[in-house]
């Protein structure tokens, strides 16, 4: 009798955080599908051997999708985080008709065509109380209908041994038998959160808008001379806008206490705080370096992903920076993918 190994796709795979952690767990990922061709680069050179196709999945077929993966031979596991923009709390177009919102049918499409053995998929919270909720009813029910197991929960990735507060929506489910999730691996009582200190004081200072010569992708964005004085008068270690005098401070921040992150600095002794888009820009959340006066690196971003420092990102400042704040951290996604191998050798 042969023992069955286990093979991946990815939907929306991106830069690859979560394909790399479940090739991590010992997950053979064969194909990977996107539609921002600018990350193929990035995803095929750091995830040898898995093919990156660029392809909107609503004319993905699923005889395409399992074409080549010898599931006679093989559990299937159906992977991906689903454009989470229109179901964020932070997004504020909430608009009727959005297409990405409809990404996570599509998503149920492939199920059904596909029939995998095990699924995992990543979102927002907003997609199980907020603007998906119905759309994520109709999912699970639908998983009902095709005989999955499942569980969904919203989770913190700082629980399982990430440097970020990420709280994130995730499903698993099975066709096989009953699943649950995995035990949290740090917190209280467990191992210690993992800090910012712990994660990238090993890198090199920078000054804005320089980019190290021995460290890929350990570059920052350059600042105004006006933000650099801001960033002079932020305190180190957590400092925010509020230490600013009211001559450096944003007319727009004036008697305003919101968005009280932006032009904020990390703590080294923490986790970090949730990683976006735009994680390089202290305009944009608290993304100042704990003691340096610039935001931080996107290598530094990349560590707090959870990328090894090996893997690198072939594009612009901007684009490398919106890769990394959309991944699923890979330790993360690492977890899952051995909790799935636990499950069926259980």
Not at 166 to 185: C, M
Not at 232 to 256: A, Q
Not at 326 to 340: C, H, L, S
Request: hydrophobic residues 30%; aromatic residues 10%; glycine residues 8%.
């Amino acid at each position: 009798m042969i023992k069955k190994g286990f093979v991946a796709v990815d939907l929306f795979c991106g830069a690859g955080g979560l394909t790399r952690g479940l090739l991590d767990a010992g997950i053979k990922v064969k194909k990977g599908y996107d539609i921002d061709l600018k990350v193929k680069d990035t995803y095929e050179r750091n995830n040898e051997g898995v093919k990156f196709y660029y392809q909107d999945i609503s004319s993905l077929k699923g005889e395409e999708v399992i074409k080549g993966l010898n599931l006679k031979n093989n559990f299937f596991i159906l992977a991906g985080c689903a454009p989470c923009q229109p179901f964020s709390r932070i997004n504020k177009q909430k608009l009727k008709y959005d297409k990405r919102k409809i990404s996570i049918l599509e998503f149920l499409r492939l199920i059904k065509e596909t029939k995998p053995d095990f699924i995992l998929m990543e979102n927002v919270p907003g997609l199980e109380k907020g603007e998906g909720k119905e759309i994520f009813e109709k999912f699970k029910k639908n998983l009902e209908k095709e005989s999955y197991f499942y569980k969904t929960k919203v989770v913190n990735v700082k629980d399982y041994g990430v440097p970020q507060k990420r709280r994130r929506l995730i499903l698993i489910a099975s066709n096989k038998k009953e699943i649950k999730f995995p035990d949290p691996t740090h917190g209280k009582g467990k191992k210690r959160y993992l800090t910012v200190r712990d994660t990238i004081s090993k890198y090199p200072n920078l000054k804005p808008g320089k980019k190290d010569k021995n460290v890929f992708n350990h570059e920052c964005r350059n600042l105004s001379e006006l933000n650099k004085k801001r960033m002079k008068f932020i305190k180190k270690d957590g400092g925010s806008r509020t230490n600013l005098p009211k001559e450096f401070t944003l007319k727009c921040h004036i008697g305003h206490n919101g968005h009280g992150d932006v032009y904020g600095r990390m703590k080294w002794g923490e986790v970090s705080p949730t990683l976006t888009c735009k994680c390089t820009s202290i305009s944009n959340g608290r993304f100042g370096h704990p003691s340096q006066d610039r935001g931080i690196s996107v290598r530094e971003a990349a560590a707090i992903q959870t990328f090894p420092d090996k893997y690198a990102f072939y594009g612009s400042l901007t684009d490398s920076t919106k890769w990394v704040g959309n991944a699923v951290p890979v330790k993360f996604t690492k977890i899952f993918g051995e909790y799935f191998i636990n499950l069926v050798n259980s």
